[in-house]
């Protein structure tokens, strides 16, 4: 819907989201083509055709949607785009904690926001030793390790405990403990995890839709996230023998995991 296509107005109805946007950040998009758009981690970069990248993050309850130009607006629309073919994209933000910058190509690299985050699971440089490297020596839970994001960009608080769930690996481990064999099952198993929640078009616990207005249904596939209680889907451990898939709470976040599978 998007690249290759010029912005022909951008109106701007606040001066921040999360924090202030840009001087002129509307003037300076308007007119401007979307040559490409990326995404690293949790945010998303678009890629202009004056050598600028629009940086976007959508924060807790940020969502853009793709509507016809006639589209009248909700409560929460905070800035409206609209391309020269009459697309109307906008986004909206209940709580305000999205993100938007403006940022020369040439200085993305040392952005505040993304200097430090590490690589994208989907990417090339993602892979087990990379992982086994950022464990060495980290006397932490796993389950924090991997939530930070210079060690996995992007990994949120559902999606660690499915991922650990899936490399059958305890999160409740010492990063240092972690051996190569386990830090390359884990590694897939992020990646494996990525994947479907994206073709799934994401969870839909709270605010999240997709640009089309749609629903993710990543939730109902979830193997350990918000089942406590409930049988484990991957061993034969009955509720009765273990008590089911346990809730615990880690640097004041819920994990959910499998005692007995997850070692
Ligand atoms: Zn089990």
């Known amino acids: ?4 296509r010029r912005l022909v107005s951008v109106e701007q109805r606040r001066a921040d989201l999360r924090f ?26 678009m890629r202009l055709d004056d050598d600028c990248v629009w940086l976007a993050h959508l924060g807790m309850s940020g969502r853009f949607r793709i509507e016809v130009a006639n589209a009248t607006s909700e ?3 905070h800035l409206v785009f609209t391309t020269a073919d009459g697309v109307r ?20 690299a040392m952005h505040p926001m993304l200097a430090r985050l590490g690589p994208d699971p989907l990417g090339d440089s993602f892979d087990g030793s990379w992982l086994a490297k950022r464990f060495a020596g980290r006397i ?12 996995v960009a992007g990994m949120g608080n559902i999606y660690a405990s499915e991922s650990l769930f899936h490399a059958r690996i305890s999160p409740e481990r010492l990063a240092v403990t972690v051996t190569r064999a386990e830090a390359a099952r884990l590694a897939a198993a992020i990646r494996a995890v990525f994947l479907e929640a994206i073709a799934a078009g994401g969870s839909s616990l709270r605010d999240h839709r997709q640009p089309s ?3 993710g249904f990543f939730q109902h596939r979830f193997a350990v996230y918000g089942r406590a209680g409930g049988a484990c889907p991957g061993c034969r451990c009955t509720v009765a023998e273990t008590g089911g898939i346990r809730r615990i709470v880690q640097a004041g976040r819920s994990t959910y995991f499998c005692a007995r599978r997850q070692r």
């Not at 509307?26 to 995404?39: F, P, Q």
């Open 140 to 151: 932490t839970p796993l389950k924090a390790a991997i939530l930070d994001q210079a060690v």
């Open 1 to 4: 819907v998007l690249v290759g």
């Open 75 to 77: 409560t929460h629309d």
């Open 20 to 45: 202030p946007l840009p001087d002129g950040f509307g003037d300076r998009l308007t007119g401007r083509v979307i040559k490409a758009i990326e995404r690293s981690g949790k945010y998303l970069l």
């Open 89 to 108: 994209l906008s986004f909206h933000d209940p709580r305000r904690f999205g993100f938007m910058d403006l940022v020369a190509t040439g200085g993305l």
């Open 213 to 215: 207005g749609e629903l």
